[in-house]
């Protein structure tokens, strides 16, 4: 396991959801289970083995123990971190949480920085184009649609979100964020070459 599991970003995610839970399933068991599942899930994904079964689990936790017997006392964090993986892959997760609770909190991590930075990114990335899918499930249903078709379809309510009612605005595009509505308008004279290009899209699949 050739990582620093204290800066590992995908069990800083895992460890902030559990602090934050105020369940009676609040424990160090249930974080050490989460965080072992996480392990082999990063270690089929190296091996690029999907949907394994119950025994291949299994397996990958007994050698991935095996190798972590192995891993040679280096000093420092390190020695620290080996020693927590290996104590939650043998499934000790009382002294394996422990040790990795303990050590943030020396080491002042502030596992929330983690979250809000994914958070920021996240946010940063361009959403994806609900008319064109909407287009691109009308061309699955029908590849010859028409344009003619389509506008008909949103003039007549085919969907609740996206839908003409005004021409002179163009097509409505609401999108719903919790509470938080938002409406934008897309030409209309746009949907023929919205359609030529996701049929051209859909071909070279």
Same mark, same amino acid.
């Given at each position: 396991?050739? @990582?620093?599991? @204290?800066?590992?970003?995908?069990?800083?995610?895992?460890?902030? *959801?559990?602090?934050?839970?105020?369940?009676?399933?609040?424990?160090?068991?249930?974080?050490?289970?989460?965080?072992? &599942?996480?392990? %082999?899930?990063?270690?089929?994904?190296?091996?690029?083995?999907?949907?394994?079964?119950?025994?291949?689990?299994?397996?990958?936790?007994?050698?991935?123990?095996?190798?972590?017997?192995?891993?040679?006392? /280096?000093?420092?964090?390190?020695?620290?971190?080996?020693?927590? !993986?290996?104590?939650?892959? /043998?499934?000790? @997760?009382?002294?394996?949480?422990?040790?990795?609770?303990? #050590?943030?909190?020396?080491?002042?991590? #502030?596992? *929330?920085?983690?979250?809000?930075?994914?958070?920021?990114?996240?946010?940063?990335?361009?959403?994806? #184009?609900?008319?064109?899918?909407?287009?691109?499930?009308?061309?699955?249903?029908?590849?010859? %649609? &028409?344009?003619?078709?389509?506008?008909?379809?949103?003039?007549?309510?085919?969907? +609740?979100?996206?839908? !003409?009612?005004?021409?002179?605005?163009?097509?409505? /595009?609401?999108?719903?964020?919790?509470?938080?509505?938002?409406?934008?308008?897309? *030409?209309?004279?746009?949907?023929?070459? +919205?359609? &030529?290009?996701?049929?051209? *899209?859909? +071909?070279?699949?």
């Amino acid at each position: 396991m050739a @990582f620093d599991i @204290f800066s590992d970003k995908k069990i800083a995610v895992i460890i902030n *959801k559990w602090l934050l839970d105020e369940s009676e399933e609040f424990s160090y068991k249930n974080l050490g289970e989460s965080i072992l &599942s996480l392990l %082999i899930d990063m270690e089929l994904a190296k091996r690029g083995i999907l949907n394994a079964d119950e025994i291949m689990r299994n397996q990958i936790q007994k050698e991935l123990i095996e190798k972590n017997k192995l891993v040679p006392k /280096i000093g420092g964090d390190q020695t620290v971190g080996q020693e927590v !993986i290996y104590k939650i892959l /043998i499934e000790d @997760f009382d002294n394996g949480i422990g040790l990795l609770i303990n #050590n943030q909190q020396e080491k002042e991590i #502030n596992i *929330k920085e983690y979250i809000s930075e994914t958070q920021r990114k996240k946010a940063q990335q361009p959403r994806p #184009n609900a008319l064109n899918e909407l287009l691109m499930e009308l061309l699955e249903d029908d590849p010859n %649609i &028409s344009e003619p078709e389509v506008r008909e379809l949103l003039e007549n309510g085919y969907n +609740r979100n996206i839908y !003409i009612s005004d021409p002179d605005l163009g097509i409505t /595009i609401e999108t719903h964020d919790g509470n938080k509505s938002n409406i934008k308008y897309a *030409k209309i004279s746009g949907l023929k070459n +919205r359609l &030529s290009e996701l049929r051209l *899209k859909m +071909r070279s699949k």
